[in-house]
């Protein structure tokens, strides 16, 4: 798999997700300030322009959220997924839909002041979002009880950026402990890692 990212972005998404896998993979970095991902080359693999985006032979994969259910699908051996069948596969495509459909709106409305009608907005109101969340990690340790997933990627993110970095989030305790939790897995700190060195 071949990895398009840049450093403090969401591509520290999909650099967690493969490095839970436990798989390698190649990095190509890209300089968003000098226009890379714009390139006509790099729009093949991602219309949209923007990173992360991933290849895997002739399968290209754009969408964080995507990329993560890709990597537990193509790497079922670090069981990032619940398989076919399993009834926690139910509640861990809606924490991984969650993430894109209910906490990105949520922070975009939020930080920009956008005001929103609960009953139109994809993702309720702002307060309700973080509510849920707070009783779906408060029993823990993860989203899905015992089992990390990639589900968790991507809420753990949200949570570490909207509570530490964007400070949108008011840091309830369940939510602290789980995003520290989040924090203490050796492979987001490697993911950290990479983005700190840039390679
Ligand atoms: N929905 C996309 C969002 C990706 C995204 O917004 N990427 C930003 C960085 S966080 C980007 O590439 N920005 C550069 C640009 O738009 O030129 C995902 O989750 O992957």
């Known amino acids: ?54 290849t895997d032979g002739p399968v290209a994969v754009a969408e964080s959220g995507a990329i993560c259910a890709y990597v537990a ?3 079922p051996q670090a ?32 930080s920009a002041n956008i005001p929103v009608r609960p009953e139109m907005a994809s993702f309720g109101d702002f307060d309700r979002v973080f509510d849920v969340l707070e009783a779906a990690v408060t029993k823990g340790p993860w989203l899905l009880g015992e089992h990390f997933s990639a589900a968790d990627v991507m809420i753990g993110l949200d949570l570490h950026f909207g509570i530490d970095i964007f400070k949108l989030v008011p840091s309830r305790p369940a939510l602290r402990a789980y995003v520290d939790r989040c924090l203490a897995r050796p492979a ?9 060195a840039g390679v």
């Open 73 to 75: 699908e193509v790497v």
């Open 79 to 110: 069981g990032l997924a619940p398989p076919l069948g399993d009834p926690a596969r139910g509640r861990y495509l809606q924490w991984l839909f969650f993430s894109p459909g209910c906490v990105e709106p949520a922070f975009l409305t939020k």
């Open 1 to 54: 798999m071949k990895l398009y990212w840049a450093p403090r972005t969401r591509s520290l998404r999909a650099l967690w997700v493969l490095e839970e896998a436990g798989v390698p993979y190649e990095r190509v970095k890209l300089d968003l300030m000098a226009g890379d991902q714009k390139s006509a080359g790099y729009r093949a693999i991602n219309p949209m322009a923007k990173v992360p985006a991933l």
């Open 188 to 196: 987001l700190q490697r993911a950290k890692a990479i983005e700190a």
